[in-house]
T-cell receptor
């Protein structure tokens, strides 16, 4: 079955430092989504990428979808304490009816 | 307000006592699903439904049942809960075809003793 690997599992940064999480699929994806889960909360949708090589930005967050549509990344510039949480990627394989979630990257930001 | 609701939010029960976790959405979404979240394992899909009366197994369906009699509701049933079903459960809904953004409920923390 489809596997989505996400690294790192955990990262602790100082406020103002950059952060990147990477997502790799064993198969080509039709799209990939990113979610953020704050401590004690539920996953909240951030963005969806569909096209090969697509890059989207949301303020300090930059999302990329690889040319082969098998990998993706989320980069946060100049982290803030409000960025704390776990970031998940979720991939959809062509012809399948489900999203497969990565295990997530927990981000801790110290002031 | 567009939302997914789950009840109960917290539940402590004993092995073998049947329970149902309800999930309801007010966004007219065709697609609904259940996930369990365990430390180090991320979100794993239990069951999903693409429309009324259409359900299918996810990655970890053993020990669970679901039904989709109405579009807005997708209850999760544990006929005979066991301690290994102690987990945080999320219901989610979204548009289908194409499968897009998923809206998650607040979660149900279940403890089976």
């Amino acid at each position: 079955g489809q596997q989505v690997m996400q690294i790192p599992q955990y990262q602790h940064v100082q406020e103002g430092e950059d952060f990147t999480t990477y997502c790799n699929s064993s198969t080509t994806l039709s799209n990939i989504q990113w979610y953020k889960q704050r401590p004690g909360g539920h996953p909240v949708f951030l963005i969806q990428l569909v096209k090969s090589g697509e890059v989207k930005k949301q303020k300090r967050l930059t999302f990329q979808f690889g040319e082969a549509k098998k990998n993706s990344s989320l980069h946060i510039t100049a982290t803030q304490t409000t960025d704390v949480g776990t970031y998940f990627c979720a991939g959809k394989q062509p012809g399948y009816s489900t999203l497969t979630f990565g295990k997530g990257t927990m981000l801790l930001v110290s002031p | 307000e567009a939302q997914v609701t789950q009840n109960p939010r917290y539940l402590i029960t004993v092995t073998g006592k049947k329970l149902t976790v309800t999930c309801s959405q007010n966004m007219n979404h065709e697609y609904m699903s259940w996930y369990r979240q365990d430390p180090g394992l991320g979100l794993r899909q239990i069951y999903y439904s693409m429309n009324v009366e259409v359900t299918d197994k996810g990655d970890v369906p053993e020990g669970y049942k679901v039904s989709r009699k109405e579009k807005r509701n997708f209850p999760l049933i544990l006929e005979s809960p066991s301690p290994n079903q102690t987990s945080l459960y999320f219901c989610a809904s979204g548009a289908w075809d194409p499968l897009g953004q998923q809206y998650f409920g607040p979660g149900t923390r279940l403890t089976v003793t």
